[in-house]
């Protein structure tokens, strides 16, 4: 049985550490002996914009993004492509997509794929409301930008089969895009080919 080494505090900090993706225990640890010994230059300031992001971060209405405000500053950009429409899995994946620069259309978050395993159904993800937009009028493409994954491809032909009949063209990331890929660990130049070969459903 493991013994603590250090104060409530500091075991906390390790432990809330230790649920970041990619930290495991030992690498939360040593993270969090990194912040504790640069805690006026990492710790002090991290904590802070910590408690920044978590008064005033939102998620958007719209789309899904999460900004400091809502509509979030994608969906008030006068300058974006209101005819076509993104839709990725996740806020990450939107993000990975806006790194690239590649694509000036408006977005749709839908908060996760469909996974009957994990109990992830249609009404679990924001496809109600991505219906919704496609038939408000203005919408002539919606590119699905889902991960290559068994669950990503489900997905995108549920979106398709409820888009049937919308006569809004329906295209997905071509080629560059690895079967088992997620759009947040590909590189730029891979997203931005995927973009520029994308195909009609």
């Known amino acids: 049985m493991s013994r603590s080494v250090a104060g409530p505090e500091i075991e906390q900090l390790i432990q809330l550490l230790a649920r970041l993706p990619g930290l495991g225990p030992r690498s ?26 978590a008064q005033s971060i939102v ?11 809502d509509p979030c500053t994608i969906c008030r950009d006068p300058r974006r492509d209101a005819s076509m429409i993104c ?14 620069a590649v ?10 794929t469909l996974s009957p395993l994990d109990g992830r159904g249609p009404d679990d993800l924001n496809i109600a409301s991505l219906t919704e937009r496609a038939g408000s009028g203005g919408v002539t493409e919606i590119l699905l930008a889902l991960n290559a994954t068994v669950e990503g491809q489900s997905t995108a032909h549920y979106l398709m089969d409820q888009l049937e009949g919308s006569g809004i063209t329906i295209s997905r990331l071509a080629h560059g895009v690895p079967v088992g890929g997620e759009l947040d660990y590909l590189d730029e130049g891979t997203l931005a080919a995927a973009i520029k070969a994308r195909k009609t459903l």
């Open 59 to 69: 998620v958007c209405g719209q789309c899904g993004n999460m900004d400091t405000s």
């Open 103 to 112: 694509i000036n259309a408006r977005y749709h978050v839908l908060g996760g």
């Open 87 to 100: 839709v990725v899995e996740e806020v990450g994946d939107l993000w990975a997509l806006e790194r690239a």
């Open 28 to 53: 939360a640890r040593r993270a969090a002996l990194h912040l504790i010994k640069r805690k006026d230059q990492l710790l002090s300031p991290l904590a802070s914009a910590m408690q920044v992001a």
